[in-house]
């Protein structure tokens, strides 16, 4: 940006592709999530009968995991392409890294272990361990979305405060 | 006794003894690498003194990534249910951390050369007492594997998204009427 005019050579650089690819995987993943918890999940089970909520809801938890998973996967190759672009490691970069190591940790538990699990618990409908496996998906997740949102959080002072949190 | 039978497992043994041959060859080749050794194997034999010289960034650099991606297969394989399901997220992301391990290696190996944000007062490396050489090879290698770490659980990520929905359990007719 000079002056205030569109610089467009910048504006249309590989380093602005690679960062919004890594923004939109955050909208992606934590968007996802944050709709499936806070309207899909509670319109189900205002709505639907027993079986056909449980039909539709672990479907949603298949295809959240592919699509949360996927994403996570994005957000560390793009993030890796802009280290290189920044050209410097701060220890803020180490904490958001330590916070990534834990939510894909996290999320991997979430759909490969539980999700797994509602999915075999549920092939026959309704079944009396599905509310123990379902609230933990929530858990799991809620705690997963808190991290991320602290992440974002972290990511605004990567090249805002650098100075102030260097290694030194 | 779950976890016994678990651990007899043969793809978990072999991501063990990979990662503790991993484990080896990295903190020979690093404190080679820190400590100059290829001169004493040239002085015992010149020609594979030469090699070893040429080669020992390489052992470093691609043992240390590998040790990252085998922990991170080890810790991800923890973390999913089901045996079918582990088996093949196992044996997927062995192959594919063995296709990667290379170009990750020397990624990560230029990521891990990047300064710490206030760098300035380090003397050149060349420069350096043989301690401090051992060190900062040391913390590179150890860079090196944790930024491995972090692109191996991205890469069992990545393998789980694709198993987990091909590892259908088939639920009943009845359910899915
Ligand atoms: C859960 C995972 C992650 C989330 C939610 C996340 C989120 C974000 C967000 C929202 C930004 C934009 C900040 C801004 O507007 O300035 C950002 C930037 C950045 N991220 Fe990530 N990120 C994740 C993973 C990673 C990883 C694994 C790395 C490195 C290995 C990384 C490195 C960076 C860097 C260096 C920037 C600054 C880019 C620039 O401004 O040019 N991120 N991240």
Known sequence: MSGGALDFPTMLSMRLLVLFIHVTAVIVALGGSLFSTFALTPILNSELEPVARIKVMRRVVRRLGWIVLVSLAVLVATGMMNVFYIGAISRLLMVKLVLVIIVIGLAIYQYANVGARIWQASSDGPSPGLAPLVSRFRRVGLTVGSLVLLIVYLSLGLTRVPGALSIG | ?177
């Open chain 2, 1 to 177: 006794m779950q976890r016994r039978k678990r651990g007899r497992q043969l793809y978990h043994r072999i991501v063990r003894w990979l990662s503790v041959a991993a484990l080896l060859v990295a903190i020979i080749s690093t404190a080679s690498y820190g400590s100059g050794a290829h001169t004493a194997v040239r002085y015992l034999d010149p020609p594979m003194g030469a090699w070893w010289n040429a080669s020992e960034f390489a052992f470093m650099t691609v043992s240390a990534a590998a040790l990252g991606i085998l922990v991170a297969i080890g810790a991800g394989l923890k973390l999913v249910a089901e045996e079918a399901v582990r088996r093949r997220v196992a044996i997927a992301s062995i192959i594919v951390g063995a296709i990667i391990v290379a170009p990750l290696a020397s990624g990560m190996a230029a990521m891990a050369r990047l300064g710490w944000m206030a760098e300035g007062g380090l003397a050149p490396y060349a420069e350096t007492s043989i301690v401090d050489k051992l060190l900062i090879a040391g913390v590179y290698s150890l860079k090196i594997a944790g930024f491995s770490l972090i692109a191996g659980l991205a890469m069992v990520a990545m393998v789980a998204a694709v198993i987990v929905p091909l590892t259908r359990v088939v639920p009943s007719r009845e359910a899915l009427k």
